[in-house]
């Protein structure tokens, strides 16, 4: 089964063009989506992804992505 990994191409703290390819190296087999996740209120204050049914938030996105490591099948 494919990861499912969600980011927010509105959020202050990740840039697309980034963490993209980011994710892809730790899931090759992701199915990444890319679109308003209305979660502004944490958007705002911190980094985040959504990975196989987890809101992962930290100050940073490469902090985010480590945190998701961990969640990735």
């Known amino acids: 089964m494919a990861n499912d990994i969600r980011i927010c191409d509105k959020c202050l703290h990740t840039r697309v063009k980034t963490i993209v390819p980011k994710l892809k190296k730790i899931a090759p087999d992701a199915e990444i989506n890319v679109a308003c996740k209305s979660y502004c209120g ?3 204050k ?26 990735v099948k």
């Open 42 to 44: 944490p958007c705002r």
């Open 46 to 71: 911190r980094a985040f992804v959504f990975i196989n049914g987890r809101y992962i938030t930290a100050f940073t996105e490469d902090e985010a992505i480590e945190k998701a490591k961990q969640y």
